[in-house]
């Protein structure tokens, strides 16, 4: 598949490389923001682990995987030559979220704020609008997740049914955007 266009110069959204951008992801995870992302990305304090390049490149070929199997579409996100992030569009249903479902991570701290966020997620309703038959686009995140809740919203995604708190305490909030 093609890089995904946006509408920022000097970002691309790249297709996924297990060997080549393992240990890029593994420096977001090992850095001293690491457990704070995957606090924000929704994992539980006691389900995160010590990083290791085996288990990023286990999670990079498990997306490409994902794709080959039509479940899951990934895109690294490049901005001046960099991997910063990773975005993925779910095709089917996940942890009760309809597909089509947007996901995205900026794991590289210095790169958030900065307008990439957004810019990204114009591209993946971009390509859902373009690729999909989909009336709707569905995520989730984390009630205390105020900067993914405000770029959402501002994205025009309204909350869907009342948030909820899952096994692990964490209350989530599920929401759709019609397109
Ligand atoms: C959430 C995340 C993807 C947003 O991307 P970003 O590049 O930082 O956000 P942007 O700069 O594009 O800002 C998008 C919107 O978010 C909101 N926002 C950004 N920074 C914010 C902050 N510090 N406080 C509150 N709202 C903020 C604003 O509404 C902004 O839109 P606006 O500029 O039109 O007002 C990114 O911060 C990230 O990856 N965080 C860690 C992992 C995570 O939380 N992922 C989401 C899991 S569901």
Same mark, same amino acid.
């Given at each position: 598949m093609k890089p995904l266009p946006t509408s920022l110069t000097d970002l691309a959204l790249i297709k996924p490389n297990p060997l080549q951008h393992a240990p890029i992801t593994l420096s977001w995870f090992m850095s001293n923001n690491g457990k704070e992302t995957l606090l924000l990305m929704g994992n539980a304090e006691h389900e995160?682990?010590?990083?290791t390049l085996e288990n990023e490149i286990q999670i990079l070929e498990e997306f490409v995987e994902l794709e080959v199997n039509n479940a899951q579409i990934t895109w690294m996100i490049e901005f001046d030559k960099r991997v910063i992030g990773v975005a993925w569009i779910e095709l089917t249903e996940n942890h009760n979220v309809l597909p089509p479902s947007v996901h995205l991570m900026i794991? =590289? &701290? &210095? @790169?958030?704020?900065?307008g990439i966020g957004k810019t990204v997620m114009q591209s993946l309703i971009r390509y859902i609008k373009d @690729?999909? =038959?989909?009336?709707v686009i569905y995520s989730r995140h984390l009630k205390s997740n105020v900067v993914v809740a405000n770029m959402n919203h501002s994205l025009g995604f309204i909350n869907d049914k009342a948030a909820y708190v899952d096994k692990n305490e964490l209350e989530w909030q599920n929401i759709k955007l019609p397109i």
């Open positions: 995160i682990e010590t990083p794991g =590289d &701290k &210095k @790169y958030r704020g900065r @690729y999909t =038959d989909a009336r």
